[in-house]
C-alpha cells in the first residue's frame, strides 16, 4: 500500500471516457506470475467474475458518454465462459481489447475470435503476454510450459487472420531492446506467427511485483511540481475508468488500493482524483502504455 | 448554390503527387482548395512543396511535422514506440530538417491549427489530426459512432475533415454529422496500389457528397528522386509497390490485417 495523505499530489479530472474497462474475471488467473501488478492467480478471489448482464448495462452507460474502446482484463479473461458473447457484444458498440495470457486459447477459441472479428466493423485486438523469447527466459516468470502454449496460440490466431499484439515486460537496459525485440520477433516467426507485432511495457512498482522488486528502490510519488506543463491528457485517470465486481475504479493499475474506487458503476465516475500512488508515477513516466499503440494521443499540446 | 471543395492530406514532400493533383483539380471547377498538413517527412526535396501549394492558392493549417519543423523539436511528434519505426522516423525527421529552408519553416509556424467553415448552414472544422489533439490517430476502426459525435458535437461541428493517419474513410454519424479522413497525398494507403487519394467534398443545401478522387502519378520517377537523396530503401519499396513497410505500429488490428506486413 502506498497511500501518502500530503496534500501536494495533484489531482486530475476525468475529461472524457476513452477508454472502458472491464475486469471481467476478477482476480482469478490460472498462472501465478511473480511480477503481476494486481497479484491475481488460481483461487485468488479479492476480485470475483462480472456478469454477461452486468457488462452489457455498464456499456449501454459507456455508449451514451460517448465511450471510444473497450478492454477486458482480468486474472484471465478467457476463464470466463461466456467471454466471446461479451466480446462479441462488446464489438457491436465499440473496438475491443482483450488482454490473455494466451495459454487457453485453443483451436475452438481462435476460431470463434476470427469468426467474431470478422464480422465487426470495429478492430477486436487480442494482447497476449509474453516475458522471454525462450522458455527458460519466459517460464521463469510466467511459468512451466507456458511459453509454448502461447506461442502455439499466436499460431492458431495468425493462422485465422488475427495478429495478436504481444505484449512484453521491459526487464532489459535500453542498450539491449534491439537485440531482445529481435529475439521476439524471431521465436514468434518460428513458430508460425509471421507478422508479428510486439507492444514493450514498462515493469509496474504494483501487486506481487512490487514485493519482487522492492530492496532498492525509492518511492517516487507525484506533485503538482511535476505536472507543470505536463500534458495530463497522458494519464490514464483523465480519459479511463475500470468496472470491477466491487464497483468502479480510477483505473487498471489501482484496483488494489482503495481509495481509488468511485463508486458502484459507470454512473459513479468521479470527476477528478488526488495521483498518491507509485503506479501514477509509472504512468506519468511512461505515458500511455496501457492502451494499444494505435489509439495513443501523445506528446501534444491540446488544441484551444 | 454549390459548393465544392478540395481537400488535400499530408503531401510528405512527394512534390510529384501534389503537381498532379493540383492539375486534377484544376479541371473540376473547384471552389477552394485546403491542405491539412505534415508537408514534410518521407519523400525527397521538402521545399519543392510549398511553391505548389502557394502558387495553386492552397489554404494551409499545420500538422504535427510541420509544428515540429517550425518549433524546431527533435522529432516529429508521432509517438512511436516501436524501435525500429523509430528509427525511420528519426532518418526522415533528419533529413527534412535539413532541406527546408528558414523561410518555410517559419511559414508553417504561421498556419492555423484549424479553421472552421460555414456552409449552406453546416458548420466544417478543419484540423489535422482531431479538433481536439493535433496528433491523434482517429481510425475507422477504432472509432465508434458515439465516439465521433461526441468529438463533433464538444467541436461544435457538423463535418469534420481531418488527415494525420495516411488511410482516407468517410463516415455518416446521423443526418447531419459527417467525419471524413481526407487521405494522404504522401504515399500510398497500405493496400498495394501506388495511387493516392485526396477528397471532395460537396454541399448543395443540405447535401453533402462526399468523393475520394485517386491520384495516379510519376511514382517511378519519385521513387529516383529518393534514391538520389539517399532516403531508406523501405521508403522507396512502399511508394513502388503500394506497402507500407514502416511505421506499422500505429495501425489498429483490421487496418495492419488489410496491409502485407
Redesign the interface.
Known amino acids: 500500500m502506498t497511500i501518502h495523505s500530503s496534500s501536494n499530489h495533484p489531482r486530475v479530472k476525468l475529461k ?1 471516457l ?1 477508454h472502458l474497462w472491464f475486469q471481467v474475471t476478477g482476480t482469478l488467473c490460472n498462472l501465478a506470475c511473480t511480477h503481476c501488478f494486481n497479484s491475481s492467480g488460481p483461487g485468488v478471489r479479492t476480485f470475483d467474475f462480472l456478469s454477461r448482464e452486468t457488462i452489457a448495462l455498464e456499456l449501454q452507460q459507456a ?7 473497450v478492454f477486458f482484463t482480468g486474472g484471465e479473461p478467457f476463464l470466463h465462459k461466456e467471454l466471446i458473447e461479451i466480446l462479441a457484444l462488446s464489438l457491436q ?3 475491443t481489447t482483450v488482454l490473455t495470457n494466451g495459454t487457453l486459447i485453443n483451436d475452438r477459441l481462435a476460431q470463434q475470435l476470427a469468426e467474431i ?1 470478422k464480422t465487426s ?5 487480442i494482447r497476449i503476454s509474453l516475458d522471454g523469447y525462450t522458455a527458460e527466459m519466459n517460464d521463469r516468470l510466467r511459468g512451466p510450459g507456458v511459453f509454448d502454449k502461447v506461442l502455439e496460440a499466436t499460431a492458431r490466431l495468425a493462422r485465422r ?3 495478436p ?1 504481444v505484449t512484453v515486460v521491459r526487464t532489459w537496459p535500453e542498450s539491449e ?2 537485440r531482445i ?1 529481435a529475439g521476439f520477433m524471431n521465436a514468434l516467426q518460428q513458430s508460425g506467427y509471421n ?1 508479428p ?4 511495457l514498462p515493469s509496474l512498482p504494483l501487486g506481487r511485483e512490487l514485493t519482487r522488486i522492492e530492496n532498492g528502490h525509492h518511492e517516487i510519488l507525484l506533485t503538482e511540481e511535476m505536472l507543470r506543463g505536463f500534458d495530463r ?1 497522458l494519464l490514464m485517470c483523465s480519459n479511463s475508468r475500470i468496472v470491477t465486481s466491487h464497483g468502479i475504479w480510477v483505473c487498471p493499475l489501482l484496483v488494489e488500493e482503495p481509495d481509488a474506487r468511485l463508486g458502484t458503476s459507470t454512473k459513479d465516475m468521479q470527476p477528478d482524483y488526488e495521483l498518491r500512488h507509485r503506479a501514477c508515477h509509472t504512468c506519468y513516466q511512461y505515458g500511455t502504455f496501457c492502451q ?9 499540446p ?2 484551444e | 448554390m454549390r459548393t465544392r471543395l478540395a481537400l488535400l492530406g499530408g503531401t510528405y514532400s512527394n512534390w510529384r503527387a501534389l503537381q498532379a493533383t493540383l492539375s486534377d483539380i484544376q479541371a473540376r471547377s473547384v471552389d477552394s482548395i485546403y491542405c491539412l498538413g505534415d508537408f514534410g517527412a518521407f519523400g525527397p526535396y521538402p521545399d519543392r512543396i510549398f511553391p505548389l501549394l502557394q502558387e495553386a492558392g492552397v489554404q494551409c493549417i499545420q500538422g504535427n511535422y510541420d509544428n515540429s519543423l517550425a518549433g524546431g523539436l527533435e522529432d516529429c511528434q508521432c509517438g512511436y514506440t516501436d524501435p525500429r519505426d523509430n528509427h525511420f522516423a528519426k532518418i526522415s525527421y533528419r533529413y527534412t530538417n535539413e532541406n527546408t529552408s528558414p523561410q518555410y519553416k517559419s511559414w508553417m509556424g504561421t498556419l492555423p491549427h484549424q479553421l472552421c467553415l460555414e456552409i449552406d448552414g453546416h458548420r466544417l472544422l478543419l484540423c489535422h489530426g482531431s479538433p481536439r489533439k493535433m496528433n491523434e490517430f482517429v481510425w475507422n476502426t477504432t472509432s465508434p459512432d458515439q465516439f465521433l459525435g461526441h468529438l463533433l458535437e464538444e467541436a461544435a461541428a457538423d463535418i469534420v475533415c481531418a488527415t494525420h493517419t495516411g488511410i482516407k474513410w468517410h463516415r455518416q454519424i446521423t443526418s447531419r454529422q459527417h467525419w471524413i479522413n481526407v487521405g494522404v497525398l504522401g504515399r500510398p494507403e497500405n493496400d498495394g496500389a501506388t495511387n493516392v487519394w485526396y477528397t471532395l467534398l460537396q454541399i448543395s443545401g443540405a447535401e453533402v457528397t462526399v468523393e475520394f478522387v485517386p491520384v495516379i502519378y510519376d511514382h517511378r520517377a519519385l521513387a529516383e528522386d529518393m534514391r538520389k537523396e539517399r532516403l531508406p530503401q523501405e521508403f522507396i519499396e512502399t511508394i513502388l509497390t503500394g506497402w507500407w513497410t514502416t511505421c506499422l505500429e500505429i495501425l489498429p488490428h483490421k487496418e495492419r490485417a488489410n496491409g502485407k506486413f
Open positions: 472524457h476513452d455508449v451514451r458518454l460517448g465511450v471510444r474502446e458498440q465499440a473496438p472479428e466493423r470495429y478492430s477486436l485486438e487472420g488475427l495478429l499484439l531492446e534491439l525485440i507478422r507485432r510486439i507492444k514493450i491528457d494499444n499503440v494505435s489509439a495513443s494521443v501523445e506528446g501534444m491540446n488544441i
